[in-house]
């Protein structure tokens, strides 16, 4: 008996189908109005459906209800529309089906939007730093839906354009002086066109590299312009050494300070005992200068005349003795 009741359940509540999103077939232009439909048929009573844009519900819905050619079910529709940006790309929309049937399982359909939008584009150097004689590569990074790929590289001055292909990359093998210039990336795609520039200076004097963008219309649709002023030869401040050990320069200045105070320091010494000698011997000399200079017409006589009568005094307390 409980069989029969929930087959009759099942005869009375009509299941609904899996929902079907169409609309989505191809890409959307940014700025567009996207409009989707679901559809969900097959449920008794009329199923209802609900809409989420990634974590977000959509509330501006139209629903229409439509029997189904054997008289005993429903076919829901439900359309939506919303404007689209960049940010939408790759963003998952879920139609989801609400019925009593289903009690506490769900019935779902989730579709990624494909969003077209203008191209952007900056221009990288690889090293970042480069020098005169080093071989330098400027990379034109093009971003966007679809990804841009004609690139037409010039350089302002210049009437010839300098490359024009599918390669985003623009090589010197040699940098020098003459190649400083301001270089102009043309970045395009079905979407549009948009303009990098990038300022080379090739200097004995590095500077440090000043990036700017700025945007500026095109006559027909808007073209971004990003623009970068840098330095190739600029060279990164040495790190300093933030340990406390002194280097290998400071230690020589202290060794070599060492040794020039012992010299000194012996030199003063000598000094002082070459000063003393020298001082002692001027006394000698006066005092035997002063004991002959009685009767001696010279100071050479004096001294002899000094010895001579030491030595008879001597010689006279001896003979007293």
């Not at 952007?120 to 790929?149: F, M, S, V, W």
């Not at 200097?203 to 963008?213: A, E, I, K, N, R």
């Amino acid at each position: 008996m409980p069989v029969r009741t929930a087959k009759a359940l099942v005869t009375v509540l009509g299941i609904p189908q899996k929902p079907q999103i169409f609309g989505h077939e191809q890409p959307i232009d940014e700025e567009k109005v996207a409009r989707l439909i679901c559809r969900s048929s097959g449920s008794k009573p009329a199923a209802q459906l609900r809409w989420r844009k990634g974590n977000r519900d959509i509330k501006d819905t139209v629903t229409e209800v439509v029997e189904d050619p054997n008289g005993k079910t429903f076919t829901v529709t439900s359309r939506v529309e919303f404007r689209v940006t960049k940010e939408d790309n790759e963003v998952e929309v879920t139609c989801t089906v609400d019925h009593e049937s289903l009690q506490n399982s769900e019935r779902s359909t989730t579709q990624k939007l494909q969003v077209h939008y203008k191209p952007t584009a900056k221009i990288e150097p690889h090293p970042q730093y480069p020098r005169e004689g080093e071989k330098l590569q400027l990379q034109c990074d093009g971003q966007g839906n679809p990804i841009p790929q004609e690139f037409l590289w010039e350089k302002e001055g210049s009437d010839a354009p300098l490359q024009l292909s599918s390669d985003s990359v623009l090589i010197f093998p040699f940098l020098n002086k003459s190649d400083s210039g301001t270089y102009v990336c043309t970045a395009t795609s079905s979407m549009g066109s948009v303009v990098a520039k990038y300022n080379l200076d090739v200097s004995d004097h590095p500077q440090l590299p000043t990036p700017h963008v700025h945007s500026t219309p095109g006559p027909s649709q808007p073209i971004c312009h990003a623009s970068m002023a840098s330095a190739p030869s600029f060279t990164p401040a040495p790190i300093q050494d933030a340990s406390p050990v002194p280097s290998t320069s400071s230690t020589y200045h202290a060794m070599i300070g060492g040794v020039v105070a012992v010299i000194v320091f012996l030199l003063l010494s000598l000094l002082i005992v070459l000063g003393h000698y020298l001082i002692r011997h001027k006394g000698t000399y006066l005092t035997h200068e002063a004991k002959g200079s009685d009767d001696a017409p010279g100071a050479d006589t004096a001294i002899i005349n000094a010895e001579g009568g030491q030595a008879g005094g001597d010689d006279k307390k001896e003979y007293f003795i």
